[in-house]
């Protein structure tokens, strides 16, 4: 199933049409999985990228289909909360429901870096660690359990 069918079978609709579809930056099908499975309730991503790409910032209450590796639909989440702050404030609680590895902040730390350092460098530019990271919290509302 692709995002528009899985997005057309969601019926609790209360936004229109508006959704975004994407993947995880890394490990797109376990993280997807992790999310289907509820275990994964937040993400969070490097706030540069917004700022050189002009992207818009999550929102509270938007809807984004959850995509695997190739392009098909997960599920759907509703987001609950958006903080930014500095990377080296993210805390415990953030990392726990972001689901990976043990959940704990010290992981969490360690795949973050490396992954938003090799973002930035894409970008041509360097990770530090108060760089601002957006910290988005999430529901999954379809499919519902």
């Not at 959704?19 to 969070?44: F, M, P």
């Amino acid at each position: 199933m692709n995002a528009k069918q899985m997005w057309d079978k969601f019926l609790d609709k209360e936004a229109g049409d508006s959704y975004d579809a994407w993947q995880y930056g890394s490990h797109a099908n376990g993280l997807a999985i992790l999310t289907l499975l509820k275990i994964k309730t937040a993400t969070s991503s490097a706030y540069p990228i917004y700022v050189q790409y002009d992207e818009p910032l999550p929102q509270v209450g938007s809807y984004s289909i959850i995509l695997d590796k190739q392009d098909h639909a997960v599920c759907i989440i509703q987001t609950t909360e958006v903080t930014i702050i500095p990377f080296d404030q993210v805390n415990d609680e953030h990392a726990y429901l972001e689901g990976e590895g043990d959940r704990t902040l010290d992981y969490w730390r360690k795949i973050h870096a490396d992954f938003f350092t090799q973002e930035m460098e894409n970008m041509g530019q360097q990770f530090h660690k108060d760089m601002l990271v957006v910290c988005e919290k999430f529901k999954v509302v379809y499919p519902k359990s």
